[in-house]
């Protein structure tokens, strides 16, 4: 008798029944499957975003003149706003118990959204016969 529990024992343990300290398995709602970089930037995101922005920040550095200190803070404060977009785009989380809700994930699908067509309820009009006399 023993051996055919022993039997039995090793069998449940093989297709991992019988026990109560089974693995869960369970996959948070912030779980995010992206490699990260550099700040929780991907390469693809880099490439697609902060070189095109690097590379314009470049091309206004060189406008001539470059003596005038009133031009270089004009030139600086675009600098700034180029560089500034990107990254909210990129990086801010617009939900905040969500992290791997990204500002452009969000943008998609309120447009998305706003495209698709909406249904709308109207109370049925009440005819003179169904009102209430009170």
Not at 79 to 85: A, F, G, H, R, T
């Amino acid at each position: 008798m023993s051996d055919v529990n022993d039997v039995k024992a090793s069998l449940l343990e093989l297709l991992n029944e019988g026990r109560e300290n089974q693995r869960k398995w369970f996959f948070p709602r912030n779980v995010d499957s992206r490699y990260k970089l550099i700040a929780n930037l991907t390469l693809g995101e880099i490439v697609k975003y902060f070189i095109p922005a690097l590379a314009l920040v470049a091309g206004i550095c060189f406008i001539p003149p470059y003596n005038s200190a009133i031009l270089w803070i004009v030139k600086s404060v675009f600098i700034v706003l180029i560089l500034l977009v990107p990254m909210v785009y990129v990086m801010y989380r617009p939900v905040k118990g969500r992290d791997n809700i990204r500002t452009k994930d969000f943008i998609k699908e309120y447009a998305m959204f706003q495209q698709k067509q909406k249904v709308y309820y109207k109370e049925p009009k009440k005819r003179p016969w169904e009102v209430d006399p009170s």
